[in-house]
């Protein structure tokens, strides 16, 4: 694991500059995003950098870190600086893991192994995507000894559900984040007006497409109405990537069907919108995993998440991607911080674009925070080492901001002072 100094880091890019160098990754969000986009394909970036609707929340996830300023207080001797964590069971080196980010293949060829592999660089933990365009044994190899966890999105097959936890432990996942805000797809504007959905490409599949207990379902007579499709191009070209994207190979594929059985089946099978508290217990006799709910933004349901015994609380609106119009991720953490009363973790993501930002929720209560789609940038700009560079700066960028704030460690962190304006 590759230690980071932030005064290094920072030094680096300075002395680097002075011979004529410049980094590969921006520093400034904005234009983070305005490099990888160059790189992406429209449909790809309408997916990654998209929200629902008006993309609302989106823009109130932005704005409100804004409300929330910290007091940074004087002469209190920053020279020894720690950011380490405990983390489910494990010591991070800084309050940071890298969320979980479906159908990644759209960003990098190498896609989730490129992002685990930098992970286990910087020694931070990886959530695998359900939705992940690499099987999460694959990535569990990439990361060894790095904590990873799994993150479910409860499909219409318990089978599938159990096996899929089996597989979790099997890869030696520190914890189970249960997503529980996508009983649907949100409606996402930008996807809608370019009719695009990478899972009908068989895109973001992986973990199904792997599964011996989904590959018995895709048997199954399917009895969902089929949509009626003309022979176009268009047609074509999705059968052929639903084909190339299943394993093996493509002209078995396409001489049994299989691709396009799989995407219909994941189609029937992916979520299940009539899941409810009481559904939990499931869960929890399938597991011995820690159970981390994500998508928490009421301070109610993190006392009824309590109640049923879960070992995390992960607050989320996804990014805005699914309720337009929502409160932000950071504004619901205090209240949701008062009513866990520290019983345990509670992890934050939606917005997050530097150490300010995560500084504020580690003030406001926040056990770590979960990077999204700025290491999809980095990884659409330059693959693993982009993941790596870009790490390293919100690495240094949270040490920096925590030591001109005067804390020298995380406990200071959560004893300082962030006001509401
Ligand atoms: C392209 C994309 C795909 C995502 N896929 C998943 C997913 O498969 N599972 C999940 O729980 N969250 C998923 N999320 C939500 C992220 O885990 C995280 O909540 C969100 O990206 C945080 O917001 P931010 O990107 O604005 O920081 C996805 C987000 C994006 C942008």
Aim: hydrophobic share 45%; glycine share 8%; proline share 6%.
């Amino acid at each position: 694991m590759r230690k980071i100094n932030a005064l290094d880091r920072q030094r680096t890019v300075y002395t680097q500059g002075a011979t004529g160098k410049r980094q590969l990754i921006p520093f400034q969000p904005n234009l983070l995003a305005q490099a990888a986009q160059q790189r992406m394909s429209p449909a790809a970036w309408a997916y990654i950098a998209g929200g629902a609707g008006l993309e609302q929340t989106m823009s109130a996830n932005a704005s409100a870190f804004d409300r929330w300023r910290i007091v940074p207080r004087m002469l209190r001797d920053v020279e020894q600086r720690d950011t380490g964590t405990a983390f489910f069971g494990h010591t991070i080196p800084a309050p940071l893991f890298l969320a979980p980010i479906g159908v990644l293949e759209m960003v990098h060829p190498e896609a989730d192994l490129a992002v685990a592999r930098a992970a286990r660089q910087l020694g931070l933990p990886y959530v695998f995507s359900n939705q992940a365009s690499v099987p999460m044994e694959h990535c569990a190899a990439a990361m060894e000894n790095t904590p990873h966890l799994f993150q479910l999105y409860w499909s219409r097959s318990n089978d599938l559900v159990v096996h899929f936890l089996q597989r979790a432990e099997a890869a030696g996942c520190s914890g189970l984040v249960v997503t529980l805000d996508t009983t649907m797809l949100g409606w996402r504007t930008r996807d809608l007006d370019m009719a695009s959905l990478p899972f009908l490409q068989g895109k973001g599949i992986a973990q199904y497409s792997s599964d011996p207990v989904f590959r018995k379902l895709m048997a199954e007579p399917d009895t969902s109405p089929k949509p009626s499709t003309r022979l176009s191009w268009d047609a074509i070209r999705t059968l052929i990537q639903a084909n190339r994207n299943f394993p093996g190979s493509f002209w078995k594929n396409l001489r049994s069907g299989a691709g396009l059985q799989a995407v219909r089946t994941f189609v029937r099978l992916y979520s299940r919108p009539n899941i409810t508290w009481a559904d939990l217990p499931f869960l929890r006799e399938h597991t011995r995993l820690p159970i981390i709910l994500k998508g928490i933004l009421h301070p109610d349901d993190a006392r009824k998440a309590l109640d049923y015994g879960v070992d995390g609380i992960y607050v989320s609106n996804h990014g805005g991607r699914q309720v337009d119009g929502s409160i932000a991720a950071i504004e619901a953490l205090p209240a949701i911080v008062e009513t866990v009363r520290e019983r345990v973790p509670v992890l934050i993501d939606s917005g997050f674009r530097g150490g300010a930002d995560v500084f504020k929720a580690l003030a406001l209560g926040a056990t770590a925070v979960g990077i999204g789609r700025p290491y999809c940038y980095a990884l659409a700009i330059n693959g693993q080492a982009g993941v790596e560079e870009l790490l390293s700066n919100w690495m240094a960028d949270f040490e920096i901001t925590m030591g001109l704030s005067g804390c020298k460690n995380l406990a200071e962190v959560r004893a300082a002072a962030v006001v509401k304006i």
